[in-house]
């Protein structure tokens, strides 16, 4: 039985493991098809990729990114799996993301400034290093320097939506991400739809969006997450002709959350792998009976 886990994050990123590090982490943990998902960035594939050779590791690697769109004022991310690094037309995508993330980010440094917190980018940066900024990497700033005593707290009062070191990023729509993963020759799947504060309601308006802007499938098994929700995400895709995928969304080590844990699949919905195999280095034989993990 083969072990997915098709969502999650390096240094490249907003991660805490290096590439080299996650893979040798994900093969402890007995996953055995690993997509890296880094924020609007393929960065870290390439060493993630060096890394399963040289220390012979019993993992297939798939080449992932995790894109940032908006969607009626909402920030909707979108992972592309399978897709190709030398892609003229993806690259040329993330080119314009990271130039987005930075403008974004030195604001975010001018109004955390005004809040009486100085050189809050430069700390960032430093955390991030060849890694483009994110709130993540402020967080962290904002919590090594005492400003506050939890990430928790950081976004509560400087990062999220209403208060002073918010800002507003200007992502791309849907139909653009998914259009540049596709042309990259990857699939592309709608991360975790049950963390966007949406009901019901929204939650089906956003898939019958995404599958009209062109989406192919829809993560439905996340860490953390009820035994309902799972079975009405796995109903729901299917419903909608959307296929079905899995990821944990790890960014580091926590006693709640690990690689490839929990990712078991819910009654309904058709896995992506089992429509595409070639795209995650899988044959049909191994995954007709699989699940995503134990």
Not at 10 to 31: F, I
Request: glycine fraction near 10%; aromatic fraction near 6%.
């Amino acid at each position: 039985m083969l072990r997915f886990d098709l969502h999650c994050h390096t240094t490249a990123s907003d991660g805490a493991l290096s590439p080299t590090e996650l893979v040798l982490r994900a093969a402890e943990k007995g996953v055995d098809v690993l997509a890296i998902t880094d924020h609007d960035t393929l960065a870290g594939l390439a060493e993630a990729a060096e890394a399963v050779a040289s220390h012979q590791l019993p993992l297939r690697l798939v080449n992932g990114v995790e894109i940032s769109t908006n969607w009626e004022h909402h920030e909707i991310h979108i992972v592309g799996l399978g897709v190709a690094l030398t892609s003229a037309p993806l690259q040329a995508f993330l080119k314009a993301q990271a130039q987005r993330r930075r403008e974004r980010a030195e604001e975010i440094g001018r109004r955390l400034e005004k809040c009486g917190i100085p050189d809050a980018f430069a700390g960032a940066q430093a955390l991030a290093g060849d890694a483009e900024v994110t709130r993540a990497h402020f967080a962290r700033h904002l919590v090594n320097t005492g400003v506050v005593d939890s990430i928790q707290k950081v976004f509560k009062r400087y990062l999220s939506r209403g208060n002073k070191g918010y800002v507003p990023a200007q992502w791309p729509v849907m139909a653009e991400a998914i259009a540049a993963i596709h042309a990259g020759g990857g699939k592309a799947v709608l991360a975790h739809p049950g963390r966007y504060d949406l009901t019901t309601k929204w939650i089906k308006r956003l898939m019958v969006a995404f599958g009209e802007a062109g989406g192919d499938a829809m993560e439905v098994c996340l860490p953390q997450q009820s035994p309902i929700e799972r079975a009405n995400l796995g109903q729901w895709a299917e419903e909608h002709g959307l296929l079905i995928s899995v990821g944990s969304d790890f960014h580091q080590p926590q006693p709640w959350l690990e690689l490839g844990r929990g990712l078991w699949l819910p009654k309904h919905g058709q896995p992506l792998w089992q429509v595409h195999p070639a795209l995650f280095g899988v044959t049909l034989a191994e995954v007709q009976t699989t699940d995503a993990s134990a």
